[in-house]
Nanobody
Framework: QVQLAESGGGLVQAGGSLRLSCAASGRTFSSCAMGWFRQAPGKEREFVAAVNWSGSRTYYADSVKGLCTISRDNAKNTMYLQMNRLKPEDTAVYFC?????????????????WGQGTQVTVSS
């Protein structure tokens, strides 16, 4: 079992930055790939970024490449998403998720544990 809790969301002006955190509890955190997803009102939940169990591999959606950095600290059971040069279209609820063991994926169906989400609002 892995329990996840996001933090770090808020209101920011366009061009600003935010750092999201995902605190995990449970002994299996360090063995799971982790991901960030987001969901804007009226839209499907979409993939943002993923990191493998050790942090040595990362993958990003095209829309955030060069703008976001995903990382993790297994000693602290925490994952991060640094978001820079934010745009109004980045406004969404951001969720962290833990993948099924052995999986490293961009699809929501491969993720079995989800946090409650944190709101990110970017004003123009």
């Amino acid at each position: 079992q892995v329990q996840l809790a996001e933090s770090g969301g808020g209101l920011v002006q366009a061009g600003g930055s935010l750092r999201l955190s995902c605190a995990a509890s449970g002994r299996t955190f360090s063995s799971c790939a982790m991901g960030w997803f987001r969901q804007a009102p009226g839209k499907e939940r979409e993939f943002v970024a993923a990191v493998n169990w050790s942090g040595s591999r990362t993958y990003y959606a095209d829309s955030v490449k060069g703008l976001c950095t995903i990382s993790r600290d297994n000693a602290k059971n925490t994952m991060y998403l640094q978001m820079n040069r934010l745009k109004p279209e980045d406004t969404a609820v951001y969720f962290c998720a833990a993948a099924s063991p052995g999986r490293f994926s961009t699809t929501t169906t491969e993720y079995v544990y989800w946090g409650q989400g944190t709101q990110v609002t970017v004003s123009s």
